[in-house]
């Protein structure tokens, strides 16, 4: 670690500015000291981070304990995310004072995230053995009334995104293991609160799980009362790796970068042995071995992801007829065929067809994560696929389970319907590519697809998916704004905005919501702020009938023009001529923003091959 830590401070000296910065966000790892940690964020301040695609992200923090060393490497871990990280830290102990005042240093930097940053001291859960389960359920109520009306105060005054902390828990019980059956306990508070707090947050506001990650780095090891009763550093400093990785993968959700599929190895991955040397019957899975048995668990966890939106896909070196005949057929397999949207079996490099899974699933490559025992296929992959995560698995298949979870590759904010049939419609939907191959024209498929397409209003049903396609929508996104479930809410409850979703079913099966629309009318001219839209869809003219759609409201609304933008990324280029497609006029520009506008008096209605229900 020293020689690697050495080699990116003299990469700094040389100027080597993008090498040094590629090298230090490899050896980021959670599990080193706070020492080895503070020597890399003190790196990473000497490169010059706006030379790179990083995206700004500024973080507030209003704490009860002290927090500088946890935001100096929390840094750290945003950088390998993808953010360049500014911070505002609040007066220690001033979470209300600085909230309530309009003119505090808080508004005027403009968070985009208000971390309010709280442990089990603050949260005025006194135990004390004369209170009745009803009043210990009261003083439960009150602290997560104290939560709720200060993160209400700040959503009344800015537009951030807000994270919370739930409870970690104190190491000392006054009762010992009687604790957990005395209601008014410590441990039973926390856990009432940590309980309850979840079903009691407005749209914007997010958990970060502290009591977990107390518990799981260990509460013994966790709690330092050296560091409280000095500093008021409220957990050990060797703790804050762990807490700065989990929060990284927090924001990254937020912001809707999360992973979305999960590319898996067969042989010695899934189960031990080789399918085709060993035969079915050889293979080593389920009871009867602790090996087995780790395989079947960790098939377990993966359906559990694909069953909460995960889309997974197969990329085996195999004879494709005998893997998929033992994953269907094994009587101790967890996951089917049915369960893989994408299911590769071949002699090709792994590199390519990961990359024919990506094309196949219309999704980025940086949205997925490939995970193979082998650490030459995992090294290839890293050198031709830079963006896919890799996580380094162990040699004990023991913890393939462990390892693949606390990456937190599959972090999220929010959790809707379409997340439970994701899987499902792009593995249809790659049957639908294979049906396309048997038509000798475009149209002749669009037909036969029978499209059926529903339109509607924002709503509060249909607002979490909304707001989750308008987040983590980047290839089909004109302009890539970003807006919480609160900051839609807002804008839609004036005249002057209207938001449309689409949903799309054909002879398949459903595509579920895949489609956001909203417009900001000024004056005489009806903007197009966002639209995004499931690159799973493309190319069915969805993009004429929603044009139609958007001219159906501007002469509704009785505007002149129809205008949209177009804000080049490195992940929009899809995009790029969308508006000259649809016959709209691009007007001179001198950046590279680019406008069309398309006046009213000279729309028409785009054909396409989808019937509207209502």
């Not at 949260?123 to 004390?128: E, F, N, P, Q, R």
């Not at 050296?226 to 550093?233: L, N, Q, R, T």
């Not at 590519?433 to 002749?444: A, C, E, R, Y």
């Not at 029978?450 to 709503?459: H, L, P, R, T």
């Amino acid at each position: 670690m020293k020689a690697s830590i050495n080699e990116v401070k003299s990469k700094i000296k040389e100027g080597k500015f993008e090498e040094s910065f590629a090298d230090l966000i490899s050896l980021v790892d959670y599990e080193l000291s706070f020492v080895e940690q503070g020597k890399m964020s003190r790196l990473l301040r000497k490169i010059p981070l706006q030379q790179f695609d990083l995206k700004t992200l500024k973080i507030a923090f209003l704490a009860t304990s002290t927090v500088d060393h946890l935001a100096e490497i929390l840094q750290l871990y945003l950088a390998r995310e993808g953010f360049n990280a500014k911070f505002y830290i609040a007066e220690y102990d001033t979470i209300y004072q600085t909230a309530l005042d309009p003119d505090s240093e808080l508004y005027s930097f403009q968070p985009d995230i208000v971390w309010v940053f709280t442990n089990h001291r603050d949260l005025g859960l006194k135990a004390s053995n004369s209170l009745s389960k009803s009043e210990a359920k009261e003083c439960v109520a009150d602290a997560i009334d104290r939560v709720k009306s200060i993160c209400a105060v700040i959503h009344s005054k800015c537009d951030a995104q807000i994270i919370i902390n739930n409870a970690d828990r104190p190491l000392e019980r006054s009762f010992g293991n009687f604790d957990v059956r005395v209601p008014s306990s410590k441990s039973s508070l926390i856990h009432r609160f940590n309980l309850e707090i979840t079903s009691s947050l407005a749209p914007g506001i997010h958990i970060f799980d502290f009591g977990y990650i107390a518990d799981s780095f260990g509460l013994s090891r966790w709690h330092d009362e050296a560091y409280w009763y000095h500093s008021k550093h409220a957990f050990s400093f060797n703790a804050i790796g762990s807490i700065a990785h989990s929060a990284s993968m927090l924001i990254r959700g937020i912001f809707g970068r999360s992973y979305k599929c999960l590319v898996l190895d067969l042989d010695n991955t899934l189960w031990g042995g080789v399918i085709g040397d060993d035969g079915i019957e050889g293979i080593r899975l389920g009871q009867g071995s602790a090996e087995g048995e780790a395989f079947q668990a960790f098939q377990h966890y993966i359906k559990e992801l694909k069953d909460r939106g995960i889309i997974l896909a197969a990329c085996s070196k195999n004879e494709h007829e005998t893997a998929a005949e033992a994953v269907q057929n094994h009587p101790e397999m967890v996951l089917k065929l049915d369960d893989f949207a994408v299911f590769t079996c071949n002699w090709h490099n792994k590199a390519d067809n990961i990359r024919a899974i990506a094309s196949t699933l219309d999704i980025g490559l940086d949205s997925l994560v490939f995970v193979d025992d082998n650490p030459v296929e995992r090294a290839q992959v890293k050198t031709e696929l830079p963006v896919v995560a890799v996580p380094d698995m162990p040699q004990d298949p023991v913890q393939y389970l462990r390892t693949l979870d606390q990456q937190l590759y599959f972090e999220t904010a929010m959790f809707s319907e379409e997340d439970i049939n994701r899987s499902e419609m792009y593995r249809v939907n790659a049957e639908r590519k294979t049906s396309q191959t048997q038509f000798s024209n475009i149209g002749d498929f669009l037909r036969d697809l029978s499209m059926k397409a529903q339109v509607g209003g924002f709503d509060q049903i249909n607002l979490p998916r909304v707001a989750q396609l308008i987040n983590k929508s980047n290839q089909f996104h004109l302009t890539t704004t970003r807006y919480s479930e609160k900051q839609i809410l807002s804008m839609i409850s004036r005249e002057a905005y209207e938001g449309l979703w689409v949903k799309l079913n054909d002879r398949f099966g459903d595509n579920g919501l895949i489609s956001a629309v909203l417009l900001h009318q000024i004056n005489d001219t009806l903007v197009v702020d966002t639209w995004v839209m499931s690159c799973r869809v493309l190319s069915r003219g969805l993009e004429d009938y929603i044009h139609n759609e958007i001219v159906k409201i501007g002469k509704q609304r009785g505007v002149k023009v129809i205008e949209g933008q177009y804000i080049p990324t490195k992940k929009n280029k899809l995009v790029a001529e969308l508006y000259n497609k649809l016959g709209w006029e691009e007007l001179p520009r001198e950046t590279s923003t680019r406008t069309w506008q398309l006046p009213i008096e000279d729309a028409v209605y785009r054909e396409n091959y989808i019937e509207s229900i209502f």
